[in-house]
């Protein structure tokens, strides 16, 4: 056990300073008393190494844009460094996510999913691919998270993954809505989502039906 000095107390655990004083402590260290805290890795030297290099990134790619007039692509006309800003404070944004404890996997991929989506649709906005992003990524990228969302709830014994499941399903029937409101048909893609998003619904009714209930329930709190 690790004593102080200067107190004269002992110490358990593997402490390095004193609680009193906080003098070093002395004497052989027990095993450690409490969780390692992720948030001290934060202030490690990788962290700030890459912090670092995305704001001198950032800081160049918008000298590069705004002051010298360097464009992407000869006939880009928007302020193109403003994406890659986007994109890298996301990034840093998700690195600090890393670090935070008590998120569950569901949850992680429902924000990332959402934030990416997001992303991608103003990028897609402004290089011209927005049609293609809206007819074929973004209904691809809802199966996929409404997949592995229902992969989640089926392993997930604590019932926290069914309510992004849930939400996840509406995010696949909305759209088809949206399209069939506005033009009396939807896209293949937007069709396919929808009837996989059926299909998954009726498959955690069928696995996890109480679990759905009890979800349900919870949203509308009755
Ligand atoms: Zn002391």
């Known amino acids: 056990m690790k004593n102080c000095p200067y107190c004269k107390i002992e110490v358990g655990g593997d402490l ?5 004083c906080q003098s070093k402590l002395v004497g052989e260290a027990e095993e450690r008393y409490f969780p390692t805290q992720t948030i001290l890795k934060i202030q490690s030297f990788f962290y700030k190494l890459q912090l670092f290099l995305v704001w001198v990134a950032i800081i160049a790619l918008v000298g590069l844009d705004f002051f010298f007039g360097v464009k992407l692509y000869p006939s880009c006309n928007f302020h193109w460094s403003l994406l890659f800003v986007m994109w890298l404070l996301a990034f840093e944004m998700s690195i600090i996510r890393l670090f935070k404890k008590g998120m569950n996997a569901a949850r992680v991929l429902s924000i990332s999913a959402v934030s990416i989506m997001i992303m991608l649709g103003i990028t897609a906005y402004y290089i011209g691919f927005f049609k293609i992003f809206v007819y074929w990524v973004l209904p691809n990228a809802v199966m996929a998270t409404m997949i592995a969302n229902f992969i989640f709830a089926m392993i997930d014994k604590s019932g926290n993954a069914m309510g992004y499941l849930l939400t996840n399903l509406l995010m696949g029937v909305l759209p088809y809505i949206a399209f069939y409101l506005m033009q009396k048909n939807s896209p ?13 619904l009726i498959g955690a009714i069928i696995f996890r039906g109480r679990e759905v209930v009890n979800e349900i329930q919870r949203r509308l709190s009755v």
Do not use: N
């Open 188 to 200: 293949l893609e937007w069709i396919i989502c929808l009837l996989v998003s059926i299909a998954l």
């Open 16 to 20: 390095k300073k004193c609680p009193f």
